[in-house]
């Protein structure tokens, strides 16, 4: 079975930092292009980033470029999102998404997500 | 930057009847365009990706279609399960704002 946990959310003052992570099982993790998406209280999705499959190319959303780095541990089957210089707008429930190969456009497998929760 | 518009915003319907959400892209997406359900306190499910193939499991009343600039998600029978909010996304990035279809 498919299985995308994701952990490290909590409450973290304007300014700080937290890393997320995703933790994969039930299929080859190393295979698939892996994205973060976050979704603020009560508002839509947005894209964050997206790793490649062996984490030699990324890409991340305007607003969070310089400031997030994700990356992967293809070993530990799990991909993490380095968060630094966080701010109130960064408030979010924050999902880790699959992108098979075979599909041009979607992600099939997503975690429950964990909330990261800007605030002094 | 490509953005993408959804209309309607909110759709109310019945149970039964018809359901046609748009996505409208700025610029051409040729057919990198999914569709995705998402219900309160869940994550999303994706329902079709390039622009009109159901993802596993996704019944035969969700259907897609669409290219270029210009897409729709029909469901062809609303069952009370299909009542939530849909979003479409481009090319594995950027999302709309979302449709609500709510109950009449």
């Known amino acids: 079975e498919v299985q995308l946990v994701e952990s490290g959310g909590g409450l973290v003052q304007p300014g700080g930092s937290l890393r997320l992570s995703c933790a994969a099982s039930?299929?080859?993790?190393?295979?698939?292009?892996m994205h973060w998406v976050r979704q603020a209280p009560g508002k839509g999705l947005v894209w964050v980033s997206r790793?490649?499959?062996?984490?030699?190319?990324?890409n991340y959303a305007d607003s969070v470029k310089g400031r997030f780095t994700i990356s992967r541990d293809n070993a530990k089957n799990t991909l993490y999102l380095q968060m630094t210089s966080l701010g109130a707008e960064d408030t979010a429930v924050y999902y880790c998404?699959?992108?098979?190969?075979?599909?041009?456009?979607?992600?099939?497998?997503w975690g429950q997500g964990t909330l990261v929760t800007v605030s002094s | 930057e490509i953005v993408l518009t959804q209309s309607p915003a909110t759709l109310s319907l019945s149970p039964g009847e018809r359901a046609t959400l748009f996505c409208r892209a700025s610029?051409?997406?040729?057919?990198?365009l999914a569709w995705y359900q998402q219900k309160p306190g869940q994550a999303p499910r994706l329902l079709l990706y390039?622009?009109?193939n159901r993802a596993t499991g996704i019944p035969a009343r969700f259907s897609g279609s669409g290219s270029g600039t210009d897409f729709t998600l029909t469901i062809s029978s609303l069952e009370p399960e299909d009542f939530a909010v849909y979003y479409c996304?481009?090319?594995?990035?950027?999302f709309g704002q979302g449709t609500k279809v709510e109950i009449k």
């Open positions: 390039d622009a009109s």
């Open positions: 610029q051409s997406v040729r057919g990198y």
């Open positions: 998404a699959r992108h098979p190969y075979e599909i041009l456009t979607g992600y099939d497998f």
């Open positions: 790793i490649d499959y062996d984490g030699s190319s990324a």
């Open positions: 039930g299929f080859t993790f190393s295979n698939y292009w």
């Open positions: 996304q481009q090319n594995s990035n950027s």
